[in-house]
């Protein structure tokens, strides 16, 4: 069975620094795709960034762009956002999925959503 589970969120000021990770277990990166999403209270669920697991190619958000960079790491099976220059409206929980199709940063066809998410709070 495919596990996810998010990690690394916190409390920072803006201008700060987080890496999340998501720790895969049951699951293999050869073929999919694999993406981050956040969701704040009250507003819609924003895909962030996505990357595709055979090219290496990663796609972000216009919002994030510049400032996130997802990676992966096979041998860990874990996946990475590394998030800076954090503005107050990053503040939501993150989540990652895994899936079977992505368009650019939205992973389409999920396969396998997270855990629990994990809490990012920016303060200005």
């Known amino acids: 069975q495919v596990q996810l589970v998010e990690s690394g969120g916190g409390s920072v000021q803006a201008g700060g620094s987080l890496r999340l990770s998501c720790a895969a277990s049951?699951?293999?990166?050869?073929?999919?795709?694999m993406g981050w999403f956040r969701q704040a209270p009250g507003k819609e669920r924003e895909g962030v960034a996505a990357?595709?697991?055979?090219?290496?190619?990663?796609y972000y958000a216009d919002s994030v762009k510049g400032r996130f960079t997802i990676s992966q790491d096979n041998a860990k099976n874990t996946l990475y956002l590394q998030m800076n220059s954090l503005k107050p409206e990053d503040t939501a929980m993150y989540y990652c999925?895994?899936?079977?199709?992505?368009?650019?940063?939205?992973?389409?066809?999920?396969?396998?959503?997270g855990g629990r998410g994990t809490q990012v709070t920016v303060s200005s």
């Open positions: 990357i595709y697991s055979g090219s290496g190619s990663t």
């Open positions: 049951g699951y293999t990166y050869s073929s999919d795709c």
């Open positions: 999925v895994a899936g079977s199709l992505c368009v650019g940063h939205i992973v389409v066809r999920v396969t396998t959503t």
